[in-house]
């Protein structure tokens, strides 16, 4: 598995605007994409600061959705929340346990 980090910042206020977002416009559309089994939409509301973690089966399924138009027009719906530029981050995920296992 691969985890997908994309680190944005934000005014504090407008946090709950970008999670709405990433709610109802984001996981819908990755729930399309070839490999996605999860996201997240992590903040730290004083800060400004959220992590938008998505979960691939591989680092090629993460790849394949970074270069897609779908991830462009995604990202472009965010742009005037954003107070810096966003960045990735990815990671191969070593262990992985749910509150079931």
């Known amino acids: 598995m691969f985890a997908r980090?994309?680190?944005i910042h934000t005014e504090a206020e407008k946090i709950?605007?970008?999670?709405g977002l990433f709610k109802e416009s984001?996981?819908?559309a990755f729930k399309t994409q070839k490999g996605?089994?999860?996201?997240?939409?992590i903040s730290e509301r004083k800060a400004g600061k959220s992590i938008c973690?998505?979960?691939?089966?591989?680092?090629?399924?993460?790849v394949c959705n970074e270069k897609?138009?779908?991830?462009?027009?995604?990202?472009i719906k965010f742009m005037d929340l954003?107070?810096?530029p966003p960045y990735r981050e990815g990671y191969e995920v070593i262990v992985m346990s749910l509150k079931e296992d």
């Open 82 to 84: 954003f107070t810096d």
């Open 26 to 28: 984001v996981v819908p």
């Open 68 to 75: 897609s138009q779908l991830y462009q027009d995604q990202l």
């Open 16 to 19: 709950d605007e970008a999670a």
């Open 5 to 7: 980090f994309t680190i």
């Open 53 to 62: 973690v998505s979960i691939w089966d591989s680092e090629e399924d993460a």
């Open 36 to 41: 996605f089994n999860a996201a997240y939409f």
